[in-house]
């Protein structure tokens, strides 16, 4: 079976009424959890995304609480595991302002971990890729919010 474009889709919705259009998405909702998260987000939280920065940031910092510093591996997986969610929640806001806020702040906690980074090239490179991130996503912002961006990563690098 061959995929729509979205540009398909787009055509075939407009011809739907709006409660063909309703049984759609409460029938995708059903099937996966990452659709019905997006549908929550857009529902319910896309208005106020302070909010939701801020609830993203608090299930952030229960993942850093509970994580097991003392093995380098688990660190590594529990580092993943937050950023991945993270990400998530970047992918459903597809705003660079959250995402940098949201970056910063896993960074930010990064560093405040008291693990052995330095001795796995792995943890080395996830907070390298993150600060790489941070900065691909500050390039794309105006210069205002640059400047205050960039002061943020300059004192993360040091």
């Given at each position: 079976?061959k ?25 995708l ?43 380098v ?5 529990s580092l993943?595991?937050?950023?991945r ?32 980074s ?23 912002l ?17």
């Amino acid at each position: 079976m061959k995929t729509a474009s979205i540009s398909e889709v787009k055509q075939e919705l407009k011809t739907l009424s709006q409660s063909q259009v309703m049984e759609l998405c409460l029938r995708l909702a059903r099937y996966k959890k990452e659709n019905k998260e997006l549908l929550t987000f857009l529902l319910f939280e896309a208005d106020d995304l302070p909010a939701y920065i801020q609830n993203i940031k608090e299930e952030m910092d229960e993942g850093f609480s509970g994580m097991n510093k003392t093995n380098v591996y688990l660190a590594k997986k529990s580092l993943r595991k937050i950023l991945r969610i993270t990400n998530k929640y970047i992918k459903y806001a597809g705003n660079k302002e959250l995402e940098i806020e949201l970056l910063l702040h896993y960074c930010t906690n990064y560093k405040g971990l008291k693990i052995p980074s330095h001795k796995s090239t792995a943890l080395t490179n996830i907070y390298n890729s993150q600060v790489k991130k941070i900065r691909l996503a500050i390039e794309s912002l105006h210069a205002d919010l640059q400047h205050d961006y960039l002061r943020q990563v300059a004192r993360l690098e040091d």
